[in-house]
């Protein structure tokens, strides 16, 4: 069955770094699109970017270009999301999804969210 | 951008109910929308896509219709595990933006 499994929760202090982890199995790795999204406190969902497994291509939200990278370790069936000068409203879940259809930017299957906090 | 505006933001109903959300953008998006459901402290599961097109494994009491910019979601016969909050989504080839949700909450 298909499965995202996302790495553990982070706090880190405004300014720094974080990389969350998404690895992937029970489909062909390099087939899907893998998306990342972020949810805030009792807020809706914000697209953050996404990564073609296969290809190695990526793209950001223009809101997140610069601060935001995505890579994948085709080797592990892993993709990492790195954001940097991390500032408190950064604090939130972050989800990776894969995108169910070429084309078409929507999600059949979530990871089970990784929290990030930022506070000093 | 486009924008999505749910309604309404929060809707009380009992099991048995046949409930209604609407989902409005405030451009042309075609048949290019999703609904989730988000059970709290969980991720979101895909319910509909292509405004009408049901997920698999995905209860026959969800449905979708709509197009261009009004779209709605309906649950019949609300069921004890449909008390969640409901989120829709406008996509198209490179991104996505999503509506504020819609909880339903036990009467």
């Given amino acids: ?120 | 951008d486009i924008q999505l505006t749910q309604s309404p933001s929060t809707l009380s109903a009992s099991v048995g109910d046949r409930v209604t959300i609407t989902c409005r953008a405030n451009q042309n998006i075609g048949r290019w929308l999703a609904w989730y459901q988000q059970k709290p402290g969980k991720a979101p599961d895909l319910l509909i896509y292509k405004a009408s097109s049901l997920e698999s494994g995905v209860p026959s009491r969800f449905s979708g219709t709509g197009s261009g910019t009004e779209f709605t979601l309906t649950i019949d016969s609300l069921q004890p595990d449909d008390f969640s909050t409901y989120y829709c989504q406008q996509y198209d080839t490179y991104s996505g933006t999503f509506g504020e949700g819609t909880k339903v909450e036990i009467k």
């Fill in chain 1, 1 to 120: 069955q298909v499965q995202l499994v996302q790495s553990g929760t982070e706090v880190k202090k405004p300014g720094a770094s974080v990389k969350v982890s998404c690895k992937a199995s029970g489909y062909p790795f390099s087939d899907y699109a893998l998306h990342w999204v972020r949810q805030a406190p009792g807020q809706t969902f914000e697209l953050m970017g996404w990564i073609n497994p296969g290809s190695g291509n990526t793209r950001s939200s223009q809101k997140f270009q610069g601060r935001v990278t995505i890579t994948r370790d085709t080797s592990a069936s892993t993709v990492y999301m790195e954001m940097s000068s991390l500032r408190s409203e950064d604090t939130a879940l972050y989800y990776c999804a894969r995108q169910k259809r070429n084309g078409y930017v929507f999600f059949d299957f979530w990871g089970q969210g990784t929290l990030v906090t930022v506070s000093s």
